[in-house]
């Protein structure tokens, strides 16, 4: 059997497979309420059907200023909560785990009228220019995510990631290429994690679940200003030691930089692999893995420990069906009776 298709047991959290549905923003709420609608059950029910083992729902706002653009998913008023449980009772009756991932997206909230971030600094020059975020609002946010928790956790999820990767207001935090602050939430290392520390914090103390963290390990600075691999091993540590369950290590976002390196299969995976090294929690892996084999060599290998899907899911919901075939692995099984008859032999 391949590792790829073989279960994990992480903390509490059983998977049936190693697979998980990278969190992909869908901007499929024409309503502008943040509630889920139809799409968002035929979308994700698919991919659970498909044997996807967990389920990360796209990034979901905990303020309605903290939207990427109006039609993002949201958690942030009681009335999102009663479609949200009915998406994720349906994605489990479906036979997938289901995370969902809280974000705000500080400057990089396209429809706020005045987006906030650490400082006001734009994210480039067709962006607006943010309000440098208040100690007061500061606190508005951390009540926001526990708010956003406690109604995730109501829905029924076995995950809550915490989107603080690809430039959006806690990646901002934490790069000094985007925060200038002089207060307690800039400056040291220890003072740009602060935000997230109390996210982690306050979420911990009140989901009972598995609690993820998605981080992007470079800027693509050629400045040399940008948090070097070492200061994210550091933030890792931190993270572990403040209670968190999975690292999921992403890479980008904050600057308006290319990837300084080619784009091929797994690119983003030695990032995750140097988080690996210094923590003792798992570490998940994003970036173009459609290959099977090159999934399945980098478990085998160690690497990392779970392999997050994007944009393949999106081309081949029935990616996993194909990888199982691509790796010989006749333990897979598909959902019923009647799709094992697509199986051919
Ligand atoms: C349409 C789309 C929406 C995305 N939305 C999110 C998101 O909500 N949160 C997030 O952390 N990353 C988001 N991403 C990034 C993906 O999670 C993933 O990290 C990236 O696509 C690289 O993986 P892939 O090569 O398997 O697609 C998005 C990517 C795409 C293509």
Same mark, same amino acid.
């Given at each position: 059997m391949s590792l790829l298709f073989s279960p994990i047991t992480i903390g509490q959290l059983s998977l049936k497979n190693r697979v998980v549905m990278a969190p992909m923003c869908m901007y499929e709420v024409k309503k502008e309420d943040g509630i889920v609608t139809p799409f968002h059950f035929a979308h994700y029910g698919a991919r659970a059907i498909a044997n996807v083992g967990l389920i990360m729902i796209e990034a979901t706002a905990v303020q309605p200023e903290g939207r990427i653009t109006k039609h993002d998913l949201g958690l942030w008023d009681d009335k999102q909560t009663e479609k949200f449980t009915h998406l994720v009772d349906s994605l489990h009756y479906l036979g997938s785990k289901v995370g969902v991932?809280?974000?705000?997206?500080?400057?990089?909230?396209?429809?706020?009228?005045?987006?906030?971030? !650490?400082? %006001? /600094?734009?994210?480039?020059?067709?962006?607006? =220019? !943010?309000? %440098? /975020?208040?100690?007061?609002?500061?606190?508005? =946010?951390?009540?926001d995510f526990i708010a956003s928790a406690r109604r995730a956790q109501q829905a029924g999820v076995d995950v809550i990631e915490i989107h603080a990767a690809h430039g959006y207001l806690i990646s901002e935090f934490l790069s000094p290429l985007s925060n200038h602050r002089s207060d307690d939430y800039g400056g040291s290392l220890a003072n740009r994690y602060r935000l997230l520390h109390e996210i982690v914090t306050d979420i911990r103390a009140h989901f009972s679940g598995s609690l993820w963290v998605r981080l992007s390990l470079s800027d693509y600075d050629k400045s040399g200003q940008q948090n070097t691999i070492a200061d994210w091993q550091q933030i890792g540590q931190w993270l572990e030691r403040d209670g968190i369950d999975v690292i999921d290590v992403s890479t980008g976002g904050v600057m308006d930089y290319a990837p300084d390196l080619p784009l091929h299969g797994g690119y983003q995976t030695p990032f995750a692999t140097a988080m690996k090294q210094v923590v003792g929690i798992p570490v998940a892996t994003v970036g173009l893995l459609d290959s099977p084999d090159l999934a399945e060599y980098i478990l085998q290998t160690k690497q990392a420990d779970l392999i997050m899907e994007g944009r393949v899911l999106l081309r081949n919901t029935n990616w996993l069906a194909d990888a199982a075939q691509k790796l010989h692995d006749h333990n897979f099984k598909p959902f019923n009776d009647s799709y094992q008859r697509g199986q051919l032999k």
């Amino acid at each position: 059997m391949s590792l790829l298709f073989s279960p994990i047991t992480i903390g509490q959290l059983s998977l049936k497979n190693r697979v998980v549905m990278a969190p992909m923003c869908m901007y499929e709420v024409k309503k502008e309420d943040g509630i889920v609608t139809p799409f968002h059950f035929a979308h994700y029910g698919a991919r659970a059907i498909a044997n996807v083992g967990l389920i990360m729902i796209e990034a979901t706002a905990v303020q309605p200023e903290g939207r990427i653009t109006k039609h993002d998913l949201g958690l942030w008023d009681d009335k999102q909560t009663e479609k949200f449980t009915h998406l994720v009772d349906s994605l489990h009756y479906l036979g997938s785990k289901v995370g969902v991932q809280l974000a705000h997206a500080g400057r990089k909230a396209e429809d706020a009228l005045q987006p906030l971030a !650490p400082s %006001a /600094i734009a994210f480039n020059s067709n962006s607006k =220019i !943010p309000k %440098a /975020i208040t100690q007061d609002e500061i606190k508005q =946010i951390r009540s926001d995510f526990i708010a956003s928790a406690r109604r995730a956790q109501q829905a029924g999820v076995d995950v809550i990631e915490i989107h603080a990767a690809h430039g959006y207001l806690i990646s901002e935090f934490l790069s000094p290429l985007s925060n200038h602050r002089s207060d307690d939430y800039g400056g040291s290392l220890a003072n740009r994690y602060r935000l997230l520390h109390e996210i982690v914090t306050d979420i911990r103390a009140h989901f009972s679940g598995s609690l993820w963290v998605r981080l992007s390990l470079s800027d693509y600075d050629k400045s040399g200003q940008q948090n070097t691999i070492a200061d994210w091993q550091q933030i890792g540590q931190w993270l572990e030691r403040d209670g968190i369950d999975v690292i999921d290590v992403s890479t980008g976002g904050v600057m308006d930089y290319a990837p300084d390196l080619p784009l091929h299969g797994g690119y983003q995976t030695p990032f995750a692999t140097a988080m690996k090294q210094v923590v003792g929690i798992p570490v998940a892996t994003v970036g173009l893995l459609d290959s099977p084999d090159l999934a399945e060599y980098i478990l085998q290998t160690k690497q990392a420990d779970l392999i997050m899907e994007g944009r393949v899911l999106l081309r081949n919901t029935n990616w996993l069906a194909d990888a199982a075939q691509k790796l010989h692995d006749h333990n897979f099984k598909p959902f019923n009776d009647s799709y094992q008859r697509g199986q051919l032999k």
